[in-house]
């Protein structure tokens, strides 16, 4: 196939079009950050500032401790994703059963959702972290570590939950009435047809999720575990000075963009594959 030459003016155009957009934010990018760092820089009190926040060398002698808190945020992300994905997609499914013998457990999970859901974070880590040790019962770990995954735990798998049955039950009847017409039974028709459909089209406000799970790993040390914000809290002390915080700050902001990014990414490809682009 041979490309016209009015096609290949258009091509050209679009192509000195995507140039001088480049180029425009190039350098509306290099004046903003001129003019920011101008303000910062000649403020009056921001030889001060850079002393107490951005002293390079006391961050470089706290980011060892620092960077060691910082595995243990990664470990309680990883196992409470998992869990997270395997509790959620359970309370999604329950929630989305029909027929009036099920409304107990219609009704427990949407309970469970609505009381994690509106309580804030901190105070259902205080509640797990100080309140279930307390009642002194067999069993229950005393690690703060375990305790403030459990209350990640609970409160994410309220949100991912919604997140699980919006995409449930975005699936047209007619895939459900097809795998039924072709014998597939309920379970089987959830786990091949349903969910498949139901996890990619939810998929980017699932990353989303993830990358404010990431965040709030570093409340835990309320509880006093030692991850990367405890650990910046007790250089603190030591060093009477704030770098510690600005540093875990940073390397969680490190840790969050290429999550952050691939969930950009995976929205705009939905939204290419539903025509909105």
Known sequence: MTVSDLQRERLAYKRSRARR????????????????????????GWPRVRDSFFNVGVA???????????WLNLRVLLVCGVLILVLALGVAALRTLRGPVWFPVR?????????????????????VGFGLPALRLTGVPNDYVVLGGAALVLTYTAYVAE??????ESVHPSQ????????????????LVVLPQAVR?????????????????????????????????????????????????????????????????????????????
């Open 176 to 191: 459900v009435a097809a795998a039924r017409s072709l014998g597939l039974g309920p379970r089987r028709t959830l786990r």
């Open 163 to 168: 997140v699980f049955r919006a995409g449930i």
């Open 21 to 44: 957009s480049t180029v425009v934010a190039l350098l509306s990018t290099v004046a903003f950050a001129a003019v920011a760092y101008a303000t910062v820089t000649g403020a009056p």
């Open 60 to 70: 470089w002698r706290t980011l060892p401790g620092v960077l060691e808190g910082l």
């Open 201 to 277: 089209r939810v998929l980017p406000a699932l990353l989303n999720d993830f990358v404010a799970l990431q965040k709030d790993c570093g409340l835990i040390s309320v509880l006093g575990a030692v991850d990367a914000v405890r650990a910046a809290q007790i250089e603190q002390a030591r060093t009477f000075n704030f770098t510690p915080y600005v540093l875990a700050g940073l390397l969680f902001v490190l840790l969050a963009v290429p999550s952050a990014r691939f969930a950009d990414a995976m929205a705009r490809r939905a939204e290419r594959r539903e025509g909105r682009r």
């Open 107 to 127: 009704a427990l999970a949407t309970a469970y959702v609505d009381l994690f859901r509106g309580m804030p974070l901190i105070l259902t880590l205080y509640l």
